[in-house]
Structures are given as structure tokens and as C-alpha cells.
């Protein structure tokens, strides 16, 4: 047995070295670069406006239309698309992008995430665009409609289009399980084991901690409470839990930056020369350096944001927002706070911490990826600092598992019909108790590759689709951004591939909704 896991491992390894790459840094780092070009870099030129109608708007009156059956408000469906990107990556991702990296993985985090918020915007506006309702009145978007329906609709490409969307829609429903429910799951338990029940003594149940069998139990109980009850209920859950713990979770680190003041220039003039390919830790070359930077910085930043794998589109095609492109507003602010806010607050609690020399970028003393950041806060706060961050990977981890949920019975749905989205969210509460109860990093390693691999027919769909995007972006400046006129008035929108839909959502754009 131990030598056919062995051999899993081994070929598992030579995938995700292909999934997590250079080719597919290039790919996605490459897509936002040109999903940034055709909207004439939407997220600086109008940074005013995208910045005035997500964020800006969350305190105004809830105009969420209560008749559209399943659908969610504009901040619900980000809140529930920041539930599963707001995850370990955010803790335990950037420390390990800066132990394997170095201080120069932070800058090229922030590349990622400044051309990511253009492909996420672009995977956005094609969910919503090609979305339709299901058999229950609900509706159901994602890369699958879009590789189906959009790059389908190419002369010769149908086939080709269709096959993407199964590929992808597979590949998600394996993530969930992995990424989305037993690896999230694991770690929760760890931390809580580690933070709260270290050094006792407790029995076991079949070789397993009681512990490890009491969190898995009461998650399971919690998650299917919460899953079971639907997007709505998630979605429900998450405006709630999510602004709060990231909230808190900023306010503890920017009190740290403020405890290591003194220390915040030098750390800003580390994560520049390292960047830039300042020698490696170990004496290696500049070269070797400068590239374990950008791919770490590049790939945590894109395993925190998720922008260009396709997973939250699932979430946001069931706003019940009528133009594409206001969901796709939504996108660029969803990788701005995950990446720009979150994880460059990880990011300075590691780097001013005293736990990394800034002039070599190496660790300093028995710290890694793993205990990085909590005894940074356990370095200000005490002991309750690193209770802190256990409840905090709770919080993070657990709020994954909501979305992802959410993620892959879409995934089934497109597959399976609306019953075997129903049967897959029971199996997915189910397995929440085996994730308590892994020892095997096995099954988070091949997680990681189906994650990384969801990406290839997203991707692929979003750049041959780019054209569209400028159409329908630019449709959008016309009509709203620039000066009123005649001509502007008369500007039919662009709303939605299908004519039914599109002419119902014209008639309601036009009576002022949006």
C-alpha cells in the first residue's frame, strides 16, 4: 500500500509542477495582462468609479429584488465568493511564499493580484452574461456555460467547447472535496489541536484523538446546517462572518505594524531588492532567487484570490444584479481586499515580526510556513495571540468550505441536473468529518493539482472570449460612464447571450434597475 501511495505522490508531483508551473503562471499572469489591455485598464482608469459602486455602496438601502427565486445581493454573492477565497492561503499561503521566497514573493503577490482583478472582472461579466436559469427557477453560471456557449459558438469550436465545460465542471467537483472541504478541514483541527490542546492527555477512538473526533462532529453539524440550507443561507452566513473576521483579523496586524514601526522601511526596502533578485538566502544565484520569488509571490497570491480558475464566478452569476459588468466591478474589489488588503497584512506581521532577517531573507530560529504567523502575534499578544490566529484559520477555513460547497454543486448541476447537486451537498457535509481526522497530506497534494488545473479550460474560455468583454465593457463605458447624450441613450445594453433574457433584463435596466 505505502508503495502504491508512493507512486500517487510521485505522479501527482509531475502534474501539479505542470498545474502550479511556469506555464501556468504565464498563462494566468498572461491573461491579465490581456484582459487588462482590452479594457484599456478598467482598474485604474476608472478606479473612481468601481471603487464608488462595490465598496461604496455596501451602507446604502438593500435593493436586493426578493422576487428572483435563489439569487442574492450584489455584497452577498462577494461575501460568499470571499468566504472561499479569504482561506489558509491567507495565513498560511503568504508565509510560506515568504519562507520559500523570500520578502521579494510579496511585490510580485501584488502583480498578480493587480492584473488579476482584470481576469477575475472578465470571468465575472461572461458568468453573468451566459447565465440562464435551472429547473427550479435558479440561476446557474460559471466557466462551464461560457466554455459551452461562448466558446462553442465559434465556427468548428462546439465540441471542443463542450468537452472544456465537462473538463472543468470535473475538475471543480474534485477541488471541492480536496481544497474545498477535507484539506480546509484539516487544518482547522491542527491549529485548534496544537493552539487550545497541546500537551494534554486525551483518549483515543479508533487511533484518533476524541478531540479530533469532538471538532469533526460539531463541524459537520454546523456545515450542514448552514450548506444544506442553500446559496441563501450561505450567502446569509458570509455577509455576515466574512467582513467581520477580516476586519479583526486587519485591526490585530496593523497593531503589530505599529508595535514594529521602526522596522516597516526596512522591511518595504527588502520586499523591492529581493524582488528585483537580490541574492538567495543559501548564497544561490540572483537568477535562482528572482525566480522563487515570482512564483511563489505569483502562485500564493493566485491560490489566495482565486482569480483565473473560475470558481467564484459560480457564486457571482446568482446576483441578482442585471448588467455584467457591475458584477464584474465587484470582482476587481473581491481581489483587492482578499490579496492587496489581506494578505499584504500577513505579509507585513511576518516581514516586521523579527522572525525573518530582512537582509538575507531567510527565517530566523525554529519558525516556518506553519508557525510563522502566529507566533509573530504571539511575539506582541502572548499566548492569546496565537489563540488569536487559531480561531481567526478557523474562521478563514471554515468560511472556504461554505463557498466551495456552493462551487461544486454547480459543478454537479451542470453535469448531473439539480438532484445530484442536492445528493453532492449531503455527501460534502458528510465528508466534513474525515478531513477532522487525516494524517496523510496525500489527498491536500492532489487537491492542489485538480485546483490548479481548473484553471487550463477557464482560462482558455476567458481568452478567446476577450473580444466579448471589450463589446460588453465598452457598451457599459458608453452608456455609464461617459458623458450623457442622445447617442449614449440610445445605446441598446448588452446583458445576456440568450434574447429572452436580454430583452427582460433591457426592459428592467431601463426602468432603473441594475
Known sequence: ????????????DVINSFAWGWFAIVLLLGTGVVC????????????????????????????????????????????????????????????????????????????????????????????????????????????????KDGLGSYKGMKTVGNVLAVIFACFAILASFGIGNLGQINKITLNM????????????????????WFIGVLLMVIGGFIILGGLQRIASVAER?????????????????????????AMFAAIFKFALGAKAVAGGAAGTALSLAIKNGCKRGIFSNEAGLGSSVMVHSNSNVKEPVKQGLWGIFEVFADTIVVCTMTAIVCLSSGYID???????????SATLVAK??????????????????????????????????KAVEYLAGVKGAKIYRVIFVIMIISGALLDNSLAWDISDTFNGLMMIPNLIGVLSLTPLVYKITKNYVDRKIKPQSDDVVTIEPMLSFDPEIQAQMAEAVKNGEE
Request: proline residues 3%; neutral net charge; aromatic residues 14%.
Open 376 to 409: 509573530a502575534f504571539g511575539g506582541i499578544f502572548g499566548k492569546p495571540g496565537e489563540w488569536f490566529i487559531a480561531i481567526a484559520v478557523l474562521l478563514f477555513a471554515f468560511t472556504t468550505v461554505m463557498g466551495w460547497s456552493h462551487y461544486g454543486s
Open 358 to 368: 530582512l537582509s538575507t531573507g531567510a527565517p530566523v530560529g525554529e519558525v516556518d
Open 193 to 212: 489541536e496544537s493552539a487550545f490542546f497541546s500537551g494534554l492527555v486525551v483518549p483515543t477512538v479508533a487511533g484518533v484523538s476524541i478531540v479530533r
Open 36 to 147: 487588462s489591455v482590452v479594457t484599456k485598464f478598467f482598474q485604474f482608469s476608472h478606479i473612481k468609479h468601481w471603487w464608488s459602486k462595490t465598496i461604496a455602496t455596501v451602507f446604502q438601502k438593500d435593493t436586493h429584488d426578493k422576487s428572483q427565486v435563489g439569487a442574492v445581493s450584489q455584497f452577498q454573492a462577494l461575501c460568499t465568493a470571499l468566504a472561499a477565497t479569504i482561506g489558509t492561503g491567507n495565513i498560511a499561503g503568504v508565509a510560506a511564499a515568504i519562507c520559500v521566497g523570500g520578502p521579494g514573493a510579496v511585490f510580485w503577490m501584488w502583480i498578480a493580484a493587480l492584473l488579476g482583478m482584470m481576469t477575475n472582472y472578465s470571468e465575472n461579466i461572461l458568468g453573468i452574461y451566459f447565465r440562464r436559469r435551472n429547473s427550479e427557477g435558479e440561476w446557474s453560471g460559471g466557466p462551464m456555460y461560457y466554455l
Open 1 to 12: 500500500m505505502e508503495n502504491f501511495l508512493s507512486q500517487v505522490a510521485a505522479v501527482n
Open 241 to 265: 462572518v466574512v467582513p467581520f473576521m477580516a476586519i479583526v483579523y486587519v485591526i490585530g496586524a496593523l497593531i503589530i505594524m505599529c508595535c514594529h514601526i521602526s522596522r516597516i522601511g
